[in-house]
Antibody
């Protein structure tokens, strides 16, 4: 079945970087965008960006675009999110999801909790 | 980009129908019908229940329906069941080629 499996929880100090992976299986990885969404515990969802594994085209949300890099490795059918210069505001669960069209995403990965704390 | 506006909470009794609204600007909704709705149970990832304003993805109950008028989208759940109790988020593809989510609505089944 179509599945996205993410890497485990991370604890980082302020100013550090984090890289979260998202391993896809059960479908042709190159044919669907991967979108990343984050959720501060107990709060709403925030779309961060998307990447096309086929073309490498990316779109980021403006407020993190200077700290965010999305990449894919088609040989490993894996997408990656790297976020740099972390602050406590970046503490959240980070989700990857397969883009079915420009706006709907299915399935989602299980989420990766990133905690930024000194 | 500010979040789309949703009521913080709604409630209903089993068997009843409820509607959750999602309001934005013309820039939030763009010129398209790219509005979707997600259900999220505690501790789980979101799951799509409505795509492209009113389409139900495979496997989603026909008790879920969606609509849009102007800059307000709506999700209706009919015949409420206890398992419908969850958080619901709307989302839209925007005029700047990004995606914006609503703040979320907590549905309580009384």
């Amino acid at each position: 079945q179509v599945q996205l499996v993410q890497s485990g929880p991370e604890v980082k100090q302020p100013g550090a970087s984090v890289k979260v992976s998202c391993k896809a299986s059960g479908y042709s990885f190159a044919n669907f965008d991967i979108t990343w969404v984050r959720q501060v515990p107990g709060q709403g969802l925030e779309w961060m960006g998307r990447i096309s594994p086929n073309t490498g085209n990316r779109k980021y949300i403006e407020r993190v675009q200077d700290r965010l890099t999305l990449t894919t490795d088609t040989s490993r059918t894996t997408a990656y999110l790297e976020l740099r210069s972390l602050t406590s505001d970046d503490t959240a669960v980070y989700y990857c999801a397969r883009g079915r069209s420009l706006n709907w995403f299915d399935p989602w990965g299980q989420g990766t909790l990133v905690t930024v704390s000194s | 980009q500010s979040a789309l506006t949703q009521p913080a909470s709604v409630s209903g009794s089993p068997g009843q129908s409820i509607t959750i609204s999602c309001t934005g600007t013309s820039n939030d909704f763009g010129d398209s019908d790219y509005v979707s709705w997600y259900q999220q149970h505690p501790g789980e990832a979101p799951k799509v229940v409505i795509s492209d304003v009113s389409n139900r993805p495979s496997g989603v109950s026909n008790r879920f329906s969606g609509s849009k008028s102007g800059n307000t989208a709506s999700l209706t759940i009919s015949g409420l069941q206890p398992e419908d109790e969850a958080d619901y988020f709307c989302s839209s593809y925007t005029s700047t080629n990004t995606v914006v989510f609503g703040g979320g609505t907590k549905l309580t089944v009384l």
